[in-house]
């Protein structure tokens, strides 16, 4: 309602993901409001707000993994099939955006029983059907990329948080998305491993990856997004460039969250 | 030393007064019973029924000119055992001494109970499992070769066996092929029913669902029986052997216990692993075959290696549909009333391998368990 929206296409982009009106809830529960949202092409954007606002429900919704009741989401012109169409089996069209997103999670979620060449070999394996061989190739690059090229061979339980991160984010790259969702990805870190995590990150975006990040590393968000989302009880209440959320909150509750964040 | 002793006997059996009196009355008792068990077994016992009746006990009515088949068993059962073993038991120092011990052992008590020859076979059998235990150990051997020589095993067993027919299997050896072979069979049919119980099509849930529960509340013998009845009404034209239908009456029985423990082991998968393949794009089928099947499968390991312990115990039930496995070829023997006399030799030596094999089984269990607790997260 009264959000104030920067659309994408102002800063003349295509749009990648485009969210209008999305309510989602569990059961009674209405956890996001009339969410509108559009993410260009190259765009890294952050969202910040309290626990328990919606940001992973709403970054859930962009691959799939949380379904909606209303409004339309589009990614890479695919639009998410609804509820009801998943009941009779928009499983293809589903599988067919996921293939563009990538997403990391917060608590890394790596297959434990796979080396770390595996785990990120095996989607290219086997849901676009690259052989072996070029698979296991292309991961060791992968690894290289983020620094873990000596660590292919290990299973996930003998790394560091850290260094499971960069394997999941690999992961992710495998597949050669358009877009990467990151929930929280350095939340579940010890401090001494969040920055490795955030360099990669960094380096993703500087090669112009389209990406979502919810994360609570304000200095991280003021470096590398090009638009600040603060959602607050479901609810986009103020969208911006850094310097305009960080530094001229328009919002009185933006402006609280934001001291509460920032002061330590 | 000494008092070491005294210090252990006194914190462990006489620390109180009750624990004291107890041990006063157990362990008399006790060792009367070994005393008085031990004068049986060595001076009174006829042990010689075992040696005479020995053909008998391991392959039942198995055509003598035929043995080197059953032979060949062995020495490929050994052969896989110390494969299995392989994978997870380090053969280390210690171990293999005892393993030398015994593998000399079973020889020379072969040898005396039956002739030389044999005695060498089966030496030679238990060597071969301690070749390929430190073989596949010191090869690192991968898994999925590991098991697929594993499958190949049991159907060479099958094929060398079957030629005589498969109403002449018996003894420890039908026994063993019984065990192996249904535990084999009930894994796939098991893992379906699993994941058919948590299927999202209403149909395939209700029909796992029902099926695992009758299974599980009704008795072996009883789906045993009934196969074995149903099988020819069902193709009046041909004729299934009984052992096959017995072994089917077992893998459907049992397939459904195996189909509760995939289920708990699927129910332990994490549900980030499960939206981890999602959003890599995973069909359902590499979802559940790369991903949340082998983490589940691994926790369930030790409770399905124990369950073969089951199938093993429950086996001496084929007696009902005319088959002579183990228990029942002791029996046989008994009937002989040349041997009227020596139920006590045979019934002890009949309780002795099923406890050997019995234990043998639970240890490589409690092994695994310890093997997969360290090797995973
Ligand atoms: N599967 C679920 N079932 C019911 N409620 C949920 C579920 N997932 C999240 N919620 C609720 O939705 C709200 C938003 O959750 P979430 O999107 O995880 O918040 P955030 O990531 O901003 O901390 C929270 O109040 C949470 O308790
Ligand atoms: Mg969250």
Redesign the pocket.
């Known amino acids: 309602m009264n959000a104030i929206q920067i659309p994408a296409a102002a800063t003349s982009r295509e749009i990648i993901v485009s969210i209008i009106s999305l309510n989602k809830s569990f059961g009674a529960f209405h956890v996001l409001k009339d969410v509108d949202l559009d993410v260009g092409r190259g765009e890294v954007v952050v969202i910040i707000g309290a626990?328990?606002s919606g940001?992973?429900?709403l970054i859930r919704c962009v691959n799939g993994l949380e379904m909606y009741q209303s409004g339309r989401l589009t990614v890479d012109g695919f639009s998410m099939p609804t509820e009801a169409d998943r009941a009779i089996g928009g499983e293809r069209e589903l599988a067919r955006i996921r293939k563009g997103v990538g997403m990391v999670f917060?608590q890394f979620n790596l297959f434990p029983h796979m080396s770390a060449i595996d785990n990120v070999a095996i989607a290219p394996i086997r849901v676009r059907g690259r052989k072996p061989d070029e698979a296991r190739a292309n991961a060791l690059r992968l690894l290289d990329r983020v620094g873990l090229r000596d660590h292919a061979h290990k299973l996930p339980s003998q790394l560091s948080g850290g260094q499971q991160q960069r394997v999941a984010i690999a992961r992710s790259l495998a597949m050669e998305p358009h877009i990467m969702l990151f929930?929280?990805p350095t939340s579940a870190l010890d401090p001494e491993m969040v920055g490795e995590v955030l360099d990669v990150m960094r380096e993703l975006a500087r090669e112009g990856m389209t990406m979502m990040i919810?994360t609570h590393e304000m200095g991280f968000a003021r470096e590398v997004a090009d638009r600040v989302v603060y959602i607050d009880h479901g609810r986009i209440l103020e969208t911006g460039t850094p310097a305009e959320i960080f530094d001229r909150p328009t919002h009185e509750r933006t402006r609280t969250f934001l001291s509460r964040v920032l002061r330590h | 030393m000494t008092t070491l002793a005294l210090r252990w006997v006194h914190r462990n059996l006489f620390a109180k007064p009750f624990d004291a009196a107890l041990s006063l009355v157990i362990i008399p008792m006790l060792a009367w019973a070994v005393y008085a068990f031990a004068h049986w077994a060595l001076v009174e016992a006829h042990w010689q029924v075992v040696g005479g009746s020995f053909k008998v006990l391991m392959t039942g009515i198995y055509p003598a000119d035929q043995l080197w088949r059953a032979w060949f068993s062995v020495a490929t059962l050994c052969a896989m055992f110390g494969a299995g073993l392989g994978l997870s038991v380090r053969p280390g120092r210690a171990a293999s001494t005892v393993v030398a011990l015994g593998v000399a052992l079973t020889g020379v008590m072969v040898a005396v109970a039956i002739d030389v020859h044999s005695g060498m076979l089966a030496a030679g059998s238990a060597a071969l499992g301690v070749a390929a235990w430190c073989g596949v150990h010191h090869l690192a051997a991968d898994q999925r070769i590991v098991l697929s020589g594993l499958l190949a095993g049991v159907v060479a067993i099958f094929v060398v066996l079957s030629p005589p027919g498969f109403e002449v299997w018996g003894g420890l050896l039908l026994s063993v092929v019984l065990t192996i072979a249904v535990s084999i069979l009930t894994l796939p049919f098991g893992i379906l029913l699993a994941l058919g119980r948590q299927s999202r099509i209403t149909s395939l849930r209700v029909i796992s669902t029902a099926y695992i529960e009758t299974m599980r509340s009704v008795p072996l013998i009883l789906v045993v029986y009934w196969i074995w009845i149903i099988v020819p009404l069902l193709a009046p034209d041909t004729s299934v052997p009984g052992l096959l239908r017995g072994m089917a009456g077992f893998a459907l029985f049992f397939a459904a216990y195996v189909a509760e423990y995939v289920r708990s082991g699927l129910q332990a998968v994490p549900k980030g692993q499960i939206e981890a393949a999602r959003s890599l794009a995973m069909s359902s089928w590499t979802l559940n075959v790369d991903i949340v099947l082998p983490q589940a499968l691994r926790v369930v390991v030790p409770s399905l290696v124990g369950q073969i312990l089951d199938i093993f115990n429950g086996a001496t039930l084929v007696f009902i549909i005319g088959l002579t496995d183990f228990l029942r070829a002791g029996q046989m023997i008994l009937a002989d009333p040349q041997n009227s006399g020596r139920t006590y030799e045979i019934y002890v030596f009949l309780f002795a391998v099923y406890l050997a094999i019995g234990g043998a089984i639970t240890y490589a269990s409690r092994r695994l368990e310890a093997h997969l607790a360290r090797g995973s997260r």
């Open positions: 626990s328990g940001k992973s429900t917060q929930d929280e919810v």
